[in-house]
């Protein structure tokens, strides 16, 4: 038995250590038809409240090293950098984390490994190279909004740890883009403002979201009130040797390490980042 893994995840409620146990299989199942049909799937009160207080105060006793996107002046003004960069929304990076994080360790665990595996349905997947992005912190302030865009991981998983008093609510489009495939036509068409194929995602603080957010077009919406809207973004891949291009990392992660230089290549699945 884990035991510290114990005092993160409820294990009672849901015992991924114990894949083959009936409780586990049922969650597994439930989360595997979700994800298929709706590239999403939610379990609820999945961190114990005890943890997320840790996460919490781990991410405030760095909050000044957040990286927050600077705006670009130098471009057009509809740009799409400058709409992404027009935010008050950063990261703080999972090369930041304290040796002996909580949610490092969490991303460590092969149990949650092996459970997102099987809700995904996929095997085998793997904690993503990236030292910046495997497992960051996202930070959202007040007026903070997350435009449109599609993840460079494939499985994304959210844990809420603070929510804002009002809007910074999920929104996304299942499965607008597949490998070898833009769509672009439709991708412009909720850029613009249909709401046709939008789908919104209310999630509570503990709560673990599961999301295929590579091939779904979402975003966050506008930060209402005074309260910063933190999420822990932990990711995994197809693909264990591949990081974000560097271009991606200096946007979103305000820097650029060898390992991004050296292992800048196309992407297999043909879509951009
Ligand atoms: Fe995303």
């Known amino acids: 038995m884990?035991?510290?893994?114990?005092?993160?995840?409820?294990l009672e409620k849901y015992p991924i250590q114990n894949l083959n146990s009936q409780t586990t299989k049922e969650i597994i199942k439930k989360c595997k038809s979700d994800l298929d049909q709706f590239s999403c799937s939610t379990i609820p009160n999945f961190i114990l409240p005890?943890?997320?207080?840790?996460?919490?105060?781990?991410?405030?006793?760095?909050?000044?090293?957040?990286?927050?996107?600077k705006d670009e002046p130098s471009l057009e003004k509809d740009h799409p950098k400058r709409i992404f960069s027009k935010r008050d929304n950063g990261y703080l990076n999972s090369d930041l984390f304290e040796k002996d994080s909580e949610m490092k360790f969490l991303y460590e665990q092969e149990e949650l490994?092996?459970?997102?595996?099987?809700?995904?349905?996929?095997?085998?997947?793997?904690?993503?190279a990236d030292p910046l992005a495997c497992h960051a912190y996202n930070i959202m302030k007040p007026d903070g909004i997350l435009p449109w865009h599609f993840d460079s991981c494939e499985f994304t998983l959210s844990i809420m740890i603070q929510k804002p008093e009002k809007g910074g609510i999920f929104e996304y489009?299942?499965?607008?883009r597949e490998p070898g495939n833009e769509n672009f036509e439709e991708v412009k068409k909720v850029l613009e403002g249909d709401r046709k194929?939008?789908?919104?995602?209310?999630?509570?603080?503990?709560?673990?979201?599961?999301?295929?957010?590579?091939?779904?077009?979402?975003?966050?919406t506008k930060i209402e009130g005074n309260c910063s809207r933190y999420l822990a973004i932990p990711a995994y891949v197809l693909d264990p040797w591949r990081v974000n291009t560097p271009e991606h990392s200096r946007t979103i992660y305000g820097k650029v390490l060898p390992i991004h230089i050296e292992r800048n290549k196309v992407r297999s699945d043909g879509l951009a980042d």
């Open 2 to 10: 884990n035991d510290r893994l114990e005092t993160i995840v409820d």
């Open 50 to 69: 005890k943890s997320l207080k840790i996460m919490n105060t781990e991410l405030e006793k760095q909050v000044d090293e957040v990286y927050m996107s």
């Open 113 to 128: 490994l092996k459970f997102v595996s099987a809700c995904v349905g996929v095997s085998p997947i793997y904690r993503w």
């Open 173 to 176: 489009c299942p499965y607008i």
């Open 197 to 220: 194929r939008v789908r919104q995602l209310e999630l509570e603080p503990g709560d673990l979201q599961i999301f295929k957010g590579r091939f779904t077009l979402h975003r966050v």
